[in-house]
């Protein structure tokens, strides 16, 4: 193992242990130039500064293309002339004050310190030559006394300055995959690994942003007064999203057989194509595709309401929504059950509202299925009015089912949060049997530090929630060392070494428990009839298993 690659405890830094680094200190006497360039633009110190000033001046270029596109459209630029002017100047005053801070660090930059004249290299670099061109227009505009309203278009290269994110991304992204096939790389792109670097991260934050941007774009479209304004945008935008939907849809099936249980070129793109995420994948392009292949068949308009699916492909990479499918599925039973209570309550409760309120009401109360639109919003406690008794017993008894709907419909809340809190904590007390194993050594690997890493995000522990958990993993492996040296006898002659003895036996019983398949230890016990009820009934309680 390249000691490297090793993290020390007595060496330990959880920040950079989890990715986190915190702010580095700058001296502060160092000239102003280099305190400038570490402070604002060395990708290489730690600190969130310098991914912060690229990640604000990312979403300001991505604002300068929505400003572009809707100067096109003269019911919204004219009216709002003066604020798109103004934005303009100020997106200028920073793109300029960018432009001069990296001219004037020039000299401070890797890339340009080695050569003669570090300036003079910069300003003839891509990236400056972008940089400038990305201004250059309001200025001639300016100080010129011609029409040079033809250079705007310039602006449009301003969407360039993103480079300087996807760029070194993707350089990355190649040195990680040097030696692997084409479809490799893909996989790689689409599917979280470890060959994906910061570009599959940059992959699924561009997704991300079209489906916003697409749910919006189908929200915004329903305004009669904004679509027909902006009817011709919307028809490119939507082309534009599916298209990247689309291909984002084949590179996942073409890929797809490099995951673990894919394998097989026919029946492993089979398997993914019929998984829940990829069939939401298929459901975000397939309106699009019926309507233009069909519109002149049947009317399939109606059809432009599911885009609004495509919300559902950001659950995709959610390690909250996946906790909470494992939730749903475990108490499945107990909720299945819950709801059968709720269906029998509302029946019971149409029949009578049919029965008591028929005769005075037949118009509303006209039979039970009628009536059952009555109940929900009744047991819902929501109670609409437009239909509601009026005989006193049918009043009665409204005022009853209320108050028992308040009871009914917050069984299933409170059984998911009992049991997503529940399935927290079962997580985190794995990853805390896990980090007993991984500090046992004394030593952290490369490996193990990375599965910290995706364990800490899975969970959303902070650097300080994990800090204390690996202090406290620490502190009970030094006990458990310390009490596993002594012998009973010694340890019963002090109360509370027997106790911290007791904590440490039990907690090691819940890691065995966890590291087990469920079910197992008690299936296995009870075949070979090894532990008496009681035994058993002590290892359940436990496990904190019924």
């Known amino acids: 193992m390249d000691t490297k690659k090793t993290i020390y405890l007595k060496d330990l830094n959880v920040a950079s242990l989890m990715g986190k680094e915190a702010p580095a200190e700058i001296p502060s006497d160092l000239p102003m130039r280099k305190w400038l360039y570490t402070r604002l633009m060395n990708p ?21 293309l929505f400003s572009l596109m809707f100067e096109q459209v003269p019911a919204v630029f004219e009216p709002n002339r003066q ?20 001219l004037y660090m020039a000299p401070e930059d890797p890339e340009f310190n080695t050569k003669k004249h570090a300036r003079l290299g910069f300003v003839s670099s891509p990236f400056a030559i972008i940089d400038f061109l990305a201004v250059a227009p309001f200025y001639l505009q300016a100080f010129l006394p011609f029409d040079l309203r033809v250079l705007r278009a310039l602006r449009l290269l301003r969407i360039l300055k993103l480079f300087r994110i996807v760029v070194p991304a993707y350089q990355e992204f190649l040195i990680l995959n040097a030696t692997r096939t084409f479809r490799q790389k893909v996989h790689a792109l689409v599917f979280p690994s470890k060959f994906g670097g910061e570009l599959q991260r940059i992959f699924d934050l561009f997704i991300a942003f079209w489906v916003l941007l697409s749910v919006l774009s189908v929200i915004l479209e329903s305004v009669e007064s904004i679509h027909y304004i902006l009817n011709l945008q919307f028809v490119i935008f939507d082309g534009a999203a599916v298209a990247i939907f689309a291909l984002e849809y084949f590179m996942r ?36 595709f019926l309507e233009v292949f069909l519109h002149h068949l049947l009317d399939l308009r109606f059809l432009r309401i599911f885009r609004l699916s495509r919300l559902l492909k950001l659950t995709r990479n959610s390690d909250a929504t996946a906790t909470l499918f494992k939730v749903i599925a475990r108490e499945w039973p107990v909720m299945g059950a819950s709801a059968f209570i709720m269906v029998l309550l509302l029946v019971l409760t149409a029949s009578l509202g049919f029965l008591l309120e028929h005769d005075a009401q037949p118009e509303k109360f006209e039979n039970i299925p009628q009536s059952i639109y009555w109940a929900v919003i009744t047991l819902a406690s929501v109670g609409y009015g437009d239909i509601s008794p009026v005989t006193p017993i049918g009043r009665a008894m409204t005022a009853i089912l209320a108050l028992l709907g308040i009871g009914i419909f917050a069984i299933p809340a409170a059984l998911l949060a009992s049991a997503f809190s529940d399935e927290l904590h079962k997580d985190r007390e794995l990853l805390k049997a896990n980090l007993f194993a991984i500090l046992k050594d004394g030593k952290i690997e490369e490996k193990e530090a990375q599965f910290i890493r995706e364990e800490a995000k899975r969970l959303h522990l902070t650097v300080e929630e994990m800090n204390a958990l690996i202090d406290t993993v620490m502190k009970e492996r030094e006990i458990e060392d310390n009490l596993k040296a002594l012998p009973i006898h010694t340890i019963a002659q002090r109360p509370e070494h027997a106790i911290e003895y007791f904590k440490t036996s ?29 035994e058993m009934a002590l290892w359940k309680q436990i496990q904190g298993t019924p």
């Not at 290489?44 to 300068?64: E, R, S, T």
Request: charged share 20%; with cysteine; hydrophobic share 45%.
């Open 83 to 102: 604020w798109f002017h103004l934005f303009d100047i100020f997106s200028v005053v920073v793109f300029t004050v960018e432009y001069l801070l990296r």
């Open 253 to 288: 099936m073409y890929s797809c057989v490099e995951e673990p249980g894919y394998k097989h070129p026919f029946m492993g793109r089979f398997r993914q194509a019929k998984s829940p995420s990829t069939l939401i994948d298929f459901l975000a392009i397939l309106p699009f």
């Open 506 to 534: 039990i907690s090691e019983l819940r890691q065995l428990g966890m590291q087990m398949t469920p079910g197992q230890f008690e299936k296995t016990a009870t075949d070979l009839d090894r532990l008496t009820a009681s």
């Open 44 to 64: 290489n110190v730690p600190g969130k500064l310098p991914k912060d000033v690229d990640k604000w001046l990312g979403i300001l270029i991505v604002a300068n």
